[in-house]
């Protein structure tokens, strides 16, 4: 059976790694969180005090750009691939409200996109991929067989991000959580380069009114539509 490209892109916190992860899984595919390829160039960039609360050192970032490795191992037990960073698991590290408040900068930076672009592009090359973002149905994959734009009220999106943190024993408050979404949300849609925006062709869900499993039936059928199509 002919394989296809599945992108799903959309505002953060919208579900969109959630219903990939059961898709991938359903499906076999390989199951790529272009977001977090974003966030480990943030903690890289943390890490080399390129960015501080008052600062940030684009260009110094740049040019060490090149010492990067971003790589994605399954972790059976999770049931999803972690990803490293040169070679160090940091699937914690990058899940923190601090390097939310700063990815959506980093992510703004031409040469990091390209870089990260042309990884993403890559291992899609054999199809048989659930790849989820902001650009994967316009930038990344624009021949993806299917595309979805994921939304949902930005009240709805904090909780979820919220509750989420609070479980990982982060000391957060729902009006910084909240804050933080629609920050990333306004910088990820009006940035130059490849700006959050609904491809052409991509189908719009609002899950804001649908659980887990309302949301992942009405996706599957799309997918299996989509496949009795392309086979
Ligand atoms: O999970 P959440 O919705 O919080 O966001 P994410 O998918 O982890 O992405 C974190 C940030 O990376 C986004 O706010 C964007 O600034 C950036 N990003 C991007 O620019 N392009 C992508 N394809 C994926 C993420």
């Known amino acids: 059976m002919k394989q296809i490209i599945i992108a799903i892109d959309g505002f953060s916190s919208t ?88 990815v959506s900068q980093v992510a703004e930076i031409s040469e990091v996109r390209e870089m990260l672009v042309k990884q993403q592009q890559k291992m899609g090359e054999s199809r048989g991929i659930v790849m989820d973002g902001r650009d994967i149905g316009t930038v990344v994959f624009p021949d993806a067989e299917l595309k979805l734009f994921m939304t949902a009220s930005a009240e709805t999106r904090a909780v979820r991000r919220y509750e989420e943190l609070i479980s990982r024993s982060e000391d957060v408050s729902f009006s910084d959580v ?41 996706i599957l059928q799309l997918v299996e539509n989509k496949l009795k199509e392309c086979n």
């Open 15 to 102: 579900g969109k790694s959630t219903v990939a992860k059961q898709l991938a899984k359903h499906l076999g595919y390989i199951y790529v969180d272009s977001g977090a390829m974003y966030r480990a160039v943030t903690w890289f960039a943390m890490q080399n005090h390129f960015i501080k609360s008052d600062c940030f050192h684009i260009q110094d970032l740049i040019s060490s750009l090149y010492q990067i490795t971003i790589s994605f191992k399954f972790n059976e037990a999770l049931g999803f691939a972690e990803v490293y960073l040169n070679g160090k698991n940091i699937e914690r590290q990058i899940r923190t409200l601090e390097v939310s408040s700063f």
């Open 178 to 218: 909240l804050k933080n979404v629609q920050e990333r949300d306004y910088i990820d849609s009006h940035r130059e380069d490849s700006p959050l925006i609904k491809a052409e062709d991509a189908i719009e869900i609002d899950n804001s009114c649908l659980s887990l499993e309302e949301q992942f039936n009405k």
